[in-house]
């Protein structure tokens, strides 16, 4: 007992200043509001993919971000604040968490804890809100943006609860309360203000998307809420020092978050050149009219009588369980493109092959599924990688495309895309006959391997000297008499549609340049 | 005794002494016990199940009444709030779980003050328990008898234990809601170490401070319960691990160098002299001392010891605790469950803290009101230095206190290591309360003042760091009413601090 009294001198309030390091970057002058400094900095709130809430066990199966959940039905007694009940944490989420703080270069705190934030609201059942307000999980961490020469200073990330979802019926003038996410582990990453424009917070945000989606820890889909924006703008004239920021509230898409700093920016600037001073304000973001409007003045600001949990003990993570996590990290995006480009890949189907499931390659809890990368490396193993991708991303996406299918939908196993490529390799099948085979697999959903399959359904490529071809050819000569005479004549396009027959004839097996020699020797 | 003679209820006999009949009396007919309860209003909600015949299990045939501010799924949980007055949890707690698997039939809720805040248990949705100690010399009849507080904030508790009601009952305390009824009633209640029984489905006061205890007649009750409840719970994330229990026990051996019969030499009782403050009645300070001669003429060594923090206790324990409460007792706003009192027409309704207002105010007594506006305030970003921050200082003051003056080391303080050299005082002996149990206010008694609090002064150490505490019967005030000494060990030492009530509780009755 006693443990969770935490050290009185630990609980200074972490101020959140403005470094001057950006000044060192290079100053562009931006052609929508020359003269002027614009200054970005953004907390993203990301949903961890875990199967249980962050301190109950509370069956999810699915995100609780997910809109097709029934209300209520993902609720603990613990959720819905029910007197008696504790929190007990949730050892994936932390996990989860240190993953993503190793992911963005940030020091993983050996000591942290949890204090309460108190605020009334209908979706926060507890009256309060657990997050790491003294002590936080990671600090100092850094995010190289894709524009390679930006990098972004992670001031700090911190467990805590989401809330639950609180919707009014204007008709029949009610809240509407849902406390399935009520509980959710979020990590919230706070930036230093270091982005200079709408495109490079953009930026930041699909860097960190694709950065979280990597190692498993969250889905980062704005459009369902499970990644979430807070935007700090200010605005000064360039050498003068910084100014006045505000905080744009809950922004849930990329777009609209570069609507909502272009609006800002020009709202400061047109305070700032009539004089006037840019009040320093929470703001909310209307969606149609494309501006912020004023949520509350600092001096509204609440106070949330932050109190350390008495509950949870400091969490400690030891050396040891760090290096564990650090050594069984999943490939971070930025070294699996280079190891990709240096297989011989082109840059096009790196980029194809890594939007696979917005490169989900893992599900709950950090467990990893199979994604679209990881069956790539094991298809390719001992084969040749750009026949391996083409197939990949060309064929079987398409055909899953148009059996309205996603990846992970996929019944082709790693053996029977193996074997597929080797017989395509080995030229025993024509690309045709491969298409036909993997139609046919996606279709019956057969184990069966591609050999046998290929042999059942008469695919396998007729050697060139099959005496069948000849009579193919010949059977076609005779059903296109007026072809075969351009093509005596010397029409070459010609040739082809008759080829096209004979590949009907032969379902696909014969070879089309074996045909075509056949064609031309019978013709002449 | 004297009484059923006079009003012919046959079970009232055991009042007074009870120790005797204490198996049959809690075997009582629900008839018997509704009536018997018409005149303590110990207990809220009465088992409507027969007592089940089980044998061989460690409680079989023991019938053990809970808290009403601890969950049971088959009876209501109304922590004498109007807020919950129709709550039923869909869960037991943990220690309810215990019992039952132990073999113990849980025979009802007990009163007690709203949510565990009060020292009489007066702030009750269900009336005050009234206090069923009745002097052998009275000459009234015992249903006519002085009105007298149970003591709280578990009355109920201690209340229907007094009155043979049930074998054993689980209370909470937080700054001495088990030691202070204990006291008042002349009953055994033990607040175990902090973190050693489980606080799965007991509703939170102040998280930190909260402890489940047990109240029997005799020490052995009280023992036998606790070893069923004494337990880790994964469900707790302030349990004591395993491992750390072990190495209580260890430290704990390692010191057990006196001997529990006579002569009881090698035992060392320290008693702290800033728990004798002016404000105690002198005939409290009577029945102390003879308990301290009859140890000392046994062999015990009687040691005077300082905790020279204990004077800024109690205003650290009500910053606190009431910061606690205040963050703790949030949750109730109507919504998911609980009394919801729809604002009337024209409310302001545009803040969620509004539309809450009117439920909250409706459902928490005025004791409760106050603490949390106390803990709203010392939480509040101009006050959290210099009430909360400062409030955890004063606590470690106090754990270091304790530490000081006991040979056992904390094995929650890295910093406390054993020292051989030094001989500190195996537990500490002091009065469990300034006075005897004190008359229950008529309606027209005015509010009551500080004077509730200062009795806390005694109690409140012990919760602030987090130490085994029980409180014995030691004989008698001049007025006649019980007296209850307090026995205070380091963290762990539960057993040790039983030990020795056990020693009390037989030189008392000899």
């Given at each position: 007992m006693l443990v969770h009294v935490s050290n009185p001198t630990t609980l200074v309030r972490l101020s959140r200043s403005l470094s001057l390091v950006h000044t060192s970057r290079a100053l562009n002058d931006d052609p929508r509001w020359p003269g002027w400094d614009v200054v970005v900095g953004i907390e993203v709130h990301a949903q961890i993919k875990s199967r249980h809430k962050l301190f109950s066990e509370c069956g999810q199966g699915s995100l609780t971000s997910d809109y097709s959940v029934p209300p209520n039905t993902r609720v603990s007694p613990y959720d819905a604040a029910f007197p008696g009940t504790l929190p007990r944490l949730n050892p994936r989420c932390v996990e989860l968490g240190?993953?993503?703080?190793?992911?963005?270069?940030?020091?993983?705190?050996?000591?942290?804890?949890?204090?309460?934030?108190?605020?009334?609201?209908?979706?926060?059942?507890?009256?309060?809100?657990?997050?790491?307000?003294?002590?936080?999980?990671?600090?100092?961490?850094?995010?190289?943006?894709?524009?390679?020469?930006?990098?972004?200073?992670?001031?700090?990330?911190?467990?805590?609860?989401?809330?639950?979802?609180?919707?009014?019926?204007?008709?029949?003038?009610?809240?509407e309360i849902d406390l399935n996410r009520a509980g959710t582990g979020l990590m919230e990453i706070v930036s230093e203000p270091d982005m200079r424009s709408p495109e490079e917070a953009a930026d930041y945000v699909r860097t960190l998307q694709a950065l979280l989606r990597s190692v498993g820890s969250s889905d980062g889909n704005m459009e369902q809420g499970s990644l979430r924006c807070d935007v700090n703008v200010s605005v000064n004239r360039q050498g003068a020092p910084l100014g006045t920021r505000c905080e744009i509230k809950n922004l849930n898409s990329v777009k609209f978050m570069m609507i909502a700093i272009v609006s800002e920016v020009h709202r400061h600037i047109d305070l700032l050149e009539q004089g006037l001073a840019v009040p320093q304000e929470t703001r909310g973001f209307n969606e149609d009219r494309a501006e912020t409007y004023s949520l509350r003045s600092k001096e509204d600001a609440p106070d949330y009588r932050y109190m350390p949990d008495p509950n949870l003990p400091p969490l400690l993570l030891n050396e040891a369980y760090v290096t564990e996590i650090c050594q069984s990290m999943p490939e971070l995006p930025q070294a699996a493109r280079a190891r990709l480009l240096a297989l011989g890949l082109s840059r096009r189907d790196v980029d194809v092959l890594m939007d696979i499931d917005s490169g989900r390659e893992i599900t709950f809890d950090g467990q990893r599924s199979g994604g679209a990368l990881a069956y790539f490396d094991q298809v390719a193993q001992?084969?040749?990688?750009?026949?391996?991708?083409?197939?990949?991303?060309?064929?079987?996406?398409?055909?899953?495309?148009?059996?309205?299918?996603?990846?992970s939908e996929n019944s082709i196993s790693v053996e029977q895309m193996g074997g597929l490529i080797d017989l395509l390799h080995n030229k025993k099948i024509t690309g045709t006959s491969g298409k036909s085979l993997m139609r046919h697999i996606l279709a019956t959903r057969t184990t069966t391997m591609p050999s046998t399959l290929a042999q059942e359904l008469s695919l396998l490529a007729s050697p060139a000297d099959?005496?069948?071809?000849?009579?193919?050819?010949?059977?076609?000569?005779?059903?296109?008499?007026?072809?075969?005479d351009a093509a005596r004549r010397g029409n070459a396009n010609v040739v082809n549609k008759i080829v096209g027959r004979v590949m009907k004839a032969s379902r696909g097996t014969a070879n089309a340049q074996s045909v075509k020699a056949m064609l031309l020797k019978l013709l002449h | 005794m004297l009484r059923n003679a006079r009003h012919g209820c046959s079970h009232l006999r055991h009042l007074g002494s009870t120790r005797r009949h204490a198996s049959q009396i809690s075997h009582l007919s629900g008839s018997s016990l509704k009536e018997l309860n018409t005149?303590?209003?110990?207990?809220?909600?009465?088992?409507?199940?027969?007592?089940?015949?089980?044998?061989?299990?460690?409680?079989?045939?023991?019938?053990?009444?809970?808290?009403?501010?601890?969950?049971?799924?088959?009876?209501?949980?109304?922590?004498?709030?109007?807020?919950?007055?129709?709550?039923?949890?869909?869960f037991d707690a943990t220690v309810v779980k215990l019992l039952q698997d132990g073999g113990a039939y849980i025979s009802g809720k007990t009163n007690c003050d709203e949510f565990g805040m009060g020292s009489l248990n007066m702030y009750s949705v269900h009336g005050p328990v009234i206090n069923p100690y009745q002097p052998p010399d009275s000459s009234v009849s015992w249903t006519d008898r002085e009105r007298r507080?149970?003591?709280?904030?578990?009355?109920?508790?201690?209340?229907?234990?007094?009155?043979?009601?049930?074998?054993?009952?689980?209370?909470?305390?937080?700054?001495?809601s088990i030691r202070l009824p204990a006291s008042y009633c002349g009953v055994v209640g033990l607040k175990p170490s902090y973190g050693l029984v489980s606080r799965w489905g007991v509703v939170s006061y102040a998280d930190s401070l909260d402890c489940v205890g047990v109240m029997a007649r005799t020490v052995r009750d009280v023992r036998k319960t606790y070893n069923v409840l004494?337990?880790?719970?994964?469900?707790?994330?302030?349990?004591?691990?395993?491992?750390?229990?072990?190495?209580?026990?260890?430290?704990?051996?390692?010191?057990?160098?006196?001997?529990?019969?006579?002569?009881?030499?090698?035992l060392r009782i320290g008693v702290p002299q800033e728990y004798f403050p002016s404000d105690m009645d002198s005939h409290i300070v009577q029945p102390v001392r003879r308990v301290l001669e009859t140890l000392?003429?046994?062999?015990?060594?009687?040691?005077?010891?300082?905790?020279?923090?204990?004077?800024?206790?109690?205003?650290?324990?009500?910053?606190?605790?009431?910061?606690?409460?205040?963050?703790?007792?949030?949750?109730?706003?109507?919504?998911?469950?609980?009394?919801?009192?729809?604002?009337?027409?024209?409310?302001?309704?545009?803040?969620?803290?509004?539309?809450?207002?009117?439920?909250?105010?409706?459902?928490?007594?005025?004791?409760?009101?106050?603490?949390?506006?106390?803990?709203?305030?010392?939480?509040?970003?101009?006050?959290?230095?210099n009430y909360f921050l400062q409030a955890q200082r004063v606590r470690k003051l106090i754990c270091a206190d304790f530490d000081r003056v006991f040979c056992v080391p904390n094995v929650l303080n890295s910093t406390s290591q054993s020292n051989p050299d030094f001989t500190g005082v195996h537990v500490l002996l002091h009065p469990s309360a300034i006075r005897t149990a004190p008359r229950l206010p008529s309606s027209t008694d005015a509010d009551h003042d500080l004077g509730a609090y200062v009795q806390d002064v005694l109690t409140v150490p012990a919760s602030l760091a987090g130490l085994p505490a029980i409180s014995v019967p030691a004989g008698h005030g001049m007025d006649a009413w019980p007296v209850g000494i307090s026995i205070v060990g380091q963290w762990g030492c539960d057993e040790m601090v039983m030990d020795v009530a056990e020693i009390c509780e037989r030189y008392n009755t000899t």
């Open positions: 240190v993953r993503t703080a190793i992911a963005l270069n940030a020091s993983v705190q050996r000591r942290s804890s949890f204090d309460r934030k108190h605020y009334f609201y209908a979706d926060l059942p507890a009256g309060y809100q657990i997050t790491q307000h003294y002590a936080p999980f990671a600090t100092d961490g850094r995010l190289t943006l894709s524009k390679e020469d930006v990098h972004v200073r992670i001031k700090q990330l911190q467990l805590e609860q989401d809330t639950g979802k609180s919707t009014f019926d204007p008709r029949n003038r009610v809240s001992r084969r040749d990688p750009r026949l391996v991708v083409n197939w990949i991303t060309h064929e079987l996406l398409g055909q899953l495309a148009s059996r309205r299918e996603t990846f099959d005496s069948n071809l000849e009579a193919w050819c010949a059977e076609a000569i005779a059903a296109l008499p007026e072809e075969a | 005149s303590v209003n110990a207990l809220v909600y009465i088992a409507s199940d027969g007592f089940p015949v089980t044998g061989g299990l460690p409680l079989s045939g023991f019938s053990v009444a809970v808290k009403d501010n601890i969950c049971t799924s088959s009876m209501p949980t109304t922590c004498s709030s109007a807020m919950l007055l129709d709550f039923i949890s869909p507080s149970a003591g709280g904030s578990s009355g109920g508790s201690a209340a229907a234990v007094a009155v043979g009601m049930c074998d054993a009952a689980l209370a909470t305390d937080t700054g001495g004494s337990v880790y719970d994964t469900k707790d994330p302030t349990a004591a691990r395993p491992a750390t229990r072990l190495r209580a026990a260890e430290e704990r051996d390692k010191h057990q160098e006196y001997s529990l019969d006579s002569p009881l030499s090698g000392r003429a046994r062999g015990a060594s009687i040691v005077p010891v300082s905790l020279p923090s204990t004077r800024y206790a109690l205003s650290a324990y009500y910053v606190i605790s009431s910061a606690e409460a205040s963050s703790n007792l949030a949750r109730y706003d109507g919504i998911e469950y609980g009394t919801y009192i729809d604002p009337p027409p024209g409310t302001d309704k545009t803040k969620t803290a509004k539309v809450y207002a009117h439920s909250r105010s409706a459902g928490f007594g005025k004791e409760v009101q106050k603490r949390i506006l106390l803990g709203t305030y010392a939480l509040t970003a101009d006050a959290f230095d």
